[in-house]
């Protein structure tokens, strides 16, 4: 079964950087759509980018659009998230997750990583 793994999250200042990887050590993504969603407590989880498998088509939601950027490394078997302007509000902890569609939606993702904790904060 496929398995991911996400790394990277932590704590930064409002205005900061960090890049979020996703990876799969014993199957290929290559033939999946990834996406990255994330969840805050007491919310629901929400679509936050995702990427096609091939890498050519990328969609983000409205509230990181122009601040976070989604991309795939087919030879590190690795997809990540830089996400740029950091705000608080994007706060959360951060989940990859594979499947056949490139769709914001949680329910079209079969596999899920354990997910990596993002603060943003002074």
């Known amino acids: 079964q496929l398995q991911l793994v996400e790394s990277g999250g932590g704590l930064v200042q409002p205005g900061g950087s960090l890049r979020l990887s996703c990876a799969a050590s014993e199957f290929t993504l290559d033939y999946y759509a990834i996406g990255w969603f994330r969840q805050a407590p007491g919310k629901e989880r929400e679509g936050v980018s995702c990427?096609?498998?091939?890498?050519?088509?990328?969609n983000y939601a409205d509230s990181v659009k122009g601040r976070f950027t989604i991309s795939r490394d087919s030879a590190k078997n690795t997809v990540y998230l830089q996400m740029n302007s950091l705000k608080p509000e994007d706060t959360a902890v951060y989940y990859c997750?594979?499947?056949?569609?490139?769709?914001?939606?949680?329910?079209?993702?079969?596999?899920w990583g354990q997910g990596t904790q993002v603060t943003v904060s002074s």
């Open positions: 997750a594979a499947g056949l569609l490139e769709l914001l939606s949680p329910t079209s993702y079969d596999y």
């Open positions: 990427i096609d498998s091939s890498g050519g088509s990328a």
